[in-house]
């Protein structure tokens, strides 16, 4: 682990409030109370990389940060009907739907600039954005600002120790590839997103659901299968992300996608000693044996920091691919997450904060 | 005739994506596994897949252009429903057909080197799988051919069905020799065996959405 001094952190911490503070007084407009509670989030994500840095452990406090979102974002736009809020707000674009429906949206584009129809550019663009998250901190985005990870995560949290060790051949881990191949194709043939409406684990709305009854058994049945096997009962045995890991479809374009970033996960082969504690901590499955006594990480790692955390010889760290240096490369990767993740949960959890008590 | 010609290859043309599409996804995993590195090499493959399409495409016009310009005079409206089902369902059979064997291909690689039913195995792992695929992909019920039989059906023409979807055939053939540089991917054992879950997973679905269309 590698702690930093007050100082340092401080000005870190300082940094990231000014900056999503200025953030929060633009997107809250004439809303004093949005504005306060935008506030009061930007000081919560800031004060939690305050502690990464001072503390020097990446994954605790990412941790926190990423159930909260998630628990937030489960109260607003999937159980809102229960809770029975006053007023529902505009969910995030789903970036989960938005991989195996690429060849879709593109389509969309094309039949978009041909008909002089911009208006339909406004999904493109949002889509644009998550790209654009993606080159930045790359696979980071499944660890740090995915508010569906969060979900798995936190079931992986419940057991303390693995009650299954989950060993799966590389195979396996390469099933999300296919899976995404598989969907972009069906997707783009049926004009459906064929992941919604049969595989999604998160969805809660009736909208997909098909009108005939045997079909909506087979949709059921994938749906619960899906959500209990591989969010629920999965992560809590294994202490895995197993629904990240084996299913996600952004995930895999993600990986693929997030090889740009400049920020990667490396082993230091000469402080290595292959005691293999980074693989079995390692949530994703992303750690590979090389050889007997060599790990390597895989295109899947989601940069969370558990790896880094549990090294006993400080031998992994987060590298700038052009450089290969080690000075701040990790700190900056740290601090554009923590923005990134500031900015998206921002535009929701201050809201359902005030919805909880009462305000809005 | 011409004007027949023009139809085919038009459709074919604008809507030859779609049709790569709905073939591309039994055709593509074969490519990905079985492919070589060298374009020209996987031209045979796709010669031999296309194959299979144009003569699904031939006895396709020859049958459907022969009902029509016999009877569909004589028919009642129940019956031109009945014939129209009737196509409808053939589609959907071809395409059960098609997941079949892409289904028992992808299985018969999975288990190759377990030593489960060998000859058996080998029989399927053939080079004639790409024109099979192409003969039953080739009457799959995508929007682009459902347009060409509904063209078909109004022909009241044999010779004039078979021409315009050799027509539609040229015209979606332009999309399919690119396939030929799929197979730069395979450069490794890893991308095959992603071809080999990407063939299971879409001969599944593909066997489902088979059913459901027969059972409707």
């Given at each position: 682990m590698l702690k930093k001094p007050l100082c340092i952190s401080a000005v870190l911490f300082i940094s990231l409030f000014i900056f999503l503070s200025i953030l929060s007084f633009i997107s809250a407009g004439h809303d004093r109370a949005l504005f306060y509670a935008k506030l009061a989030w930007s000081l919560l994500v800031s004060y939690l990389g305050f502690c990464i840095y001072r503390n020097g452990s990446i994954s605790k406090y990412r941790s926190i940060l990423f159930i909260l979102i998630a628990f937030f974002f489960f109260l607003e736009f999937k159980f809102f009907r229960f809770i029975s809020f006053t007023k529902t707000t505009i969910p995030p674009y789903c970036h989960i739907a938005q991989a195996p429906t690429l060849l879709n949206f593109l389509y969309s584009q094309f039949l978009a600039i041909t008909s002089g129809e911009w208006r339909v550019w406004g999904v493109l663009t949002l889509g644009f954005l998550w790209l654009l998250i993606i080159f930045t901190i790359g696979q980071g985005i499944c660890s740090w600002v995915c508010f569906y990870g969060g979900i798995d995560e936190a079931c992986s949290k419940i057991a303390k120790n693995p009650l299954i060790k989950l060993k799966i051949p590389r195979l396996w881990r390469d099933f999300p590839i296919a899976f995404l191949i598989f969907l972009l194709s069906v997707s783009f043939l049926q004009g459906l997103p064929v992941f919604c409406s049969w595989?999604?684990?998160f969805k809660m709305t009736e909208a997909f659901w098909d009108s005939d009854a045997v079909i909506r058994i087979v949709q059921a049945a994938l749906f619960w299968s899906v959500l209990?096997?591989?969010?629920?009962i999965l992560p809590i045995l294994t202490k895995k992300r197993t629904f990240c890991s084996f299913i996600c479809p952004f995930g895999a374009l993600v990986s693929i996608c997030g090889k740009v970033s400049p920020y990667k996960v490396t082993i230091n082969k000469e402080k290595c000693i292959p005691c293999g504690k980074c693989q079995d901590a390692c949530p994703v499955f992303a750690i590979e044996n090389k050889s007997s006594d060599e790990y390597k990480i895989s295109l899947f790692c989601n940069r969370c920091g558990k790896c880094i955390d549990v090294c006993p010889v400080d031998a992994i760290n987060i590298l700038s691919k052009q450089t290969g240096q080690q000075i701040d490369t990790r700190d900056i990767f740290i601090f554009l997450s923590l923005l990134v993740t500031g900015v998206i949960s921002g535009s929701f959890v201050p809201r359902v904060f005030l919805q909880l008590i009462g305000l809005k | 005739m011409i004007r027949i010609i023009f139809e085919g290859l038009m459709l074919g043309l604008s809507s030859g994506i779609y049709c790569v599409g709905s073939c591309l996804i039994f055709f593509m995993p074969y490519l990905l596994v079985e492919g070589k590195l060298k374009a020209y090499e996987n031209l045979k493959k796709i010669l031999s897949f296309m194959l299979g399409r144009l003569i699904a495409y031939i006895a396709f016009a020859l049958i459907i252009g022969f009902i029509g310009s016999s009877y569909r005079s004589i028919f009642t409206p129940l019956e031109n429903s009945f014939l129209t089902g009737f196509t409808a369902r053939l589609s959907y059979i071809c395409l059960i057909v098609a997941s079949l064997l892409m289904l028992i291909y992808a299985l018969s690689h999975s288990f190759r080197?377990?030593?489960?039913?060998p000859s058996f195995i080998n029989r399927f792992s053939l080079t004639r799988i790409p024109f099979f695929l192409g003969l039953f992909t080739g009457?799959?019920?995508c929007p682009p051919f459902l347009v060409g039989v509904a063209r078909l059906w109004t022909l009241n023409n044999i010779v004039g069905g078979v021409v315009l979807f050799i027509a539609f055939f040229l015209g979606t053939s332009v999309?399919?020799?690119?396939?030929?540089?799929?197979?730069?991917?395979?450069?490794?054992a890893r991308i095959k065996q992603i071809g080999l879950m990407v063939a299971l997973l879409s001969s599944l679905w593909f066997l489902f959405v088979g059913i459901i269309g027969l059972m409707h």
């Open positions: 595989f999604c684990p209990a096997g591989f969010v629920i | 080197d377990s030593g489960f039913c009457l799959n019920p999309y399919m020799f690119p396939l030929a540089f799929f197979s730069y991917l395979n450069k490794n």
